[in-house]
């Protein structure tokens, strides 16, 4: 229930980001306040600082990556699982938060339209799945 008016509110992001800077409006950043309140902030900083690139191989399997201090990220379509503490902890042990700040950026990078994008080989994404371009 709380994930679907999460990806209902994305699309109204998505929907009003359009000829916009890439940045969400002040009512969208309180509603996303209230789903994550102690993990936008983190969030969009780590959106700002180092953004997230979408890898797209030819068959168009998608990769999205994000930098978040040294450490770098792969979430892997469809958006719903990250290999970081947090979403291992909070997310599948505790079952206190619904997503981790790396699914978040993801997923608002999406619908802010602000994605890198990046074209690979079949070869280079298989490494990316793997854990060789780590």
Same mark, same amino acid.
């Given at each position: ?32 306040? $209230? ?22 191989? +030819? ?18 379509? +469809? ?52 854990? $060789?371009?780590?």
């Amino acid at each position: 229930m709380i994930l679907s008016a999460f990806y209902a509110l994305l699309n109204d992001i998505h929907d009003s980001a359009s000829g916009r800077s890439g940045e969400p409006s002040a009512a969208h950043l309180s509603a996303l306040d $209230a789903f994550f309140p102690e993990l936008i902030r983190p969030t969009l900083h780590m959106i700002d600082r180092s953004g997230v690139t979408c890898h797209i191989e +030819p068959a168009g399997r998608k990769a999205y990556r994000m930098k978040d201090g040294q450490a770098l990220y792969t979430i892997l379509e +469809p958006i719903k699982f990250c290999c970081c503490e947090f979403f291992e902890e909070h997310v599948l042990d505790k079952a206190d938060q619904l997503l981790c700040k790396h699914l978040i950026a993801t997923h608002l990078a999406k619908a802010l339209g602000i994605l890198q994008e990046s074209i690979e080989t079949t070869e280079f994404q298989a490494g990316i799945i793997s854990g $060789a371009y780590f």
